[in-house]
């Protein structure tokens, strides 16, 4: 059986043989991938710029789990907290377009100069809060520190018997 690659997922990176090749489009995990063919002439496949996945180097951050909010590899799917119940895993290319519209939300509300944004003014309330709970401190910092004298002037009365 040859098992020269003829072809590459530009997904997960992966080189597949012709069988691996016609089932890729099958599986679960990978019925979204876009598959290129491999020539043995003409310009070499150029090096992936898909982030890896770090507790498994070789594979590709291929899947987006939408509970965790986190972009996640196949192993991490099979294998991890990732495989139970509540768990909304979708290919990346899926998950993409939904959630580079919620940045681009962010991103507006955040660079928008023409009126304060919500983090502007979400900024602003916590100033004022804390400008208000270090005075509050301050205040009975100070009303603690005179009853503590009142109460020390009353006790030496006390005690010289006044």
Do not use: W, Y
């Not at 192993?75 to 993409?96: K, M, P």
């Not at 009353?154 to 006044?162: A, H, V």
Request: glycine share 4%; net charge neutral; with cysteine.
């Amino acid at each position: 059986e040859d098992r020269k690659a003829t072809a590459r997922c530009l997904d997960c990176g992966e080189f597949l043989c012709d069988m691996h090749h016609k089932e890729h489009p099958f599986r679960r995990t990978t019925k979204n991938h876009q598959v290129e063919e491999l020539h043995s002439h003409g310009p070499k496949p150029t090096r992936s710029t898909k982030p890896r996945c770090a507790l498994h180097p070789n594979k590709f951050l291929s899947l987006f789990c939408r509970q965790c909010m986190v972009a996640l590899c196949e192993l991490c799917r099979e294998a991890g907290s990732h495989c139970g119940d509540g768990h909304n895993v979708q290919s990346t290319t899926e998950a993409a377009p939904e959630m580079r519209q919620k940045l681009d939300t962010v991103r507006r509300q955040v660079c928008d100069t023409g009126k304060p944004s919500a983090v502007q003014n979400a900024l602003s309330e916590v100033t004022a809060t804390i400008t208000e709970l270090n005075n509050a401190a301050e205040s009975t910092s100070k009303s603690i520190s005179e009853n503590v004298e009142c109460l020390v002037g009353q006790l030496r009365k006390e005690e010289r018997g006044d």
